[in-house]
């Protein structure tokens, strides 16, 4: 049953899926839903990705809620400079050294710089472990800098490496 179903959580979300997106539980669509969901984690266990570990789920929860809030905080402070009509903010680019090398840090971490407005990943150098991010409002670089590694590089390190 593995070698047929490797990731089997993947497997039912994407014949939930199937079954949602073509809103019907017939039999049809539950045979070729399923064949999907197979193929689906078949084709996932070819990649060979490594393993995430997670060694305090804790932080990540502390994490998550510290994100959640600076993303309502980033959406109310852009609102406010859309809405505004004064001066045109200062925007621009900020090199952040990193001390993280975990894919699945840096992967998280360019999810919750994207997904808070106002800040865009724009590009890593690993060899040099440089991160280049675009800020709309930029008024103090060493600020962006300590927040990233404060903030978030920080709790990333400590709930992967």
Known sequence: MT??????????????????????ISLGHFLLGSLIAVAGGLSISTIEMPRARLRKP????????????????????V???IVASTPPVKSGFVTIPLELRDHYGLATLACIITSTPGTVWVS????KG?????VLDLIDETAWVQLIKTRYERALM????
């Open 3 to 24: 070698a047929l179903l490797p990731h089997p959580v993947l497997s039912a979300f994407l014949l939930g899926l199937w079954l949602l997106l073509n809103q019907s």
């Open 79 to 81: 609102a406010r400079i």
């Open 58 to 77: 804790a932080a990540a929860v502390r994490l998550a809620v510290i994100v959640l809030l600076d993303i309502v905080r980033s959406n109310i402070a």
């Open 158 to 161: 400590e709930i992967f490496e």
């Open 124 to 127: 890593f150098d690993s060899a």
């Open 130 to 134: 440089l991160l280049l991010i675009h």
